[in-house]
């Protein structure tokens, strides 16, 4: 069983930067895909970034470039660095892990564990 645990959320303004953390217990962190979802009110759950257990990276097209997903094993932890925050990225942000040692996937169901959820809000 993995437990995750997301923190960094708040409100900022357009342009600004926030980093989220996502803190797991367990001692197979590193063997885990990690990955960041979002939700708005009324919207289903959509794909942000992952990273897989061998550190390969995929972000959707929207935050490609603004965002960056990193692991540090040794803190059991994943982060998602957000620059150049817009309005539209306002939601909240939940952590996910999947598998041992299986690969990318941006669709919700492959995720095992889930953090409770971290609300993100960019004011223009």
């Known amino acids: 069983q993995v437990q995750l645990v997301e923190s960094g959320g708040g409100l900022v303004q357009a342009g600004d930067s926030l980093r989220l953390a996502c803190a797991a217990s367990g001692r197979t962190f590193s063997s885990y895909t990690m990955a960041w979802f979002r939700q708005t009110p009324g919207k289903d759950r959509e794909f942000v970034a992952a990273i897989s257990w061998n550190n390969v990276t995929y972000y959707v097209d929207s935050v490609r470039g603004r965002f960056t997903i990193s692991r540090d094993n040794a803190e059991a932890t994943v982060y998602l660095q957000m620059n150049s925050l817009k309005p539209e990225d306002t939601a909240v942000y939940y952590c996910?892990?999947?598998?041992?040692?299986?690969?990318?996937?941006?669709?919700?169901?492959?995720?095992?564990?889930w953090g409770q959820g971290t609300q993100v809000t960019v004011s223009s």
């Open positions: 996910a892990a999947r598998g041992r040692q299986t690969g990318i996937s941006r669709y919700q169901n492959a995720y095992d564990y």
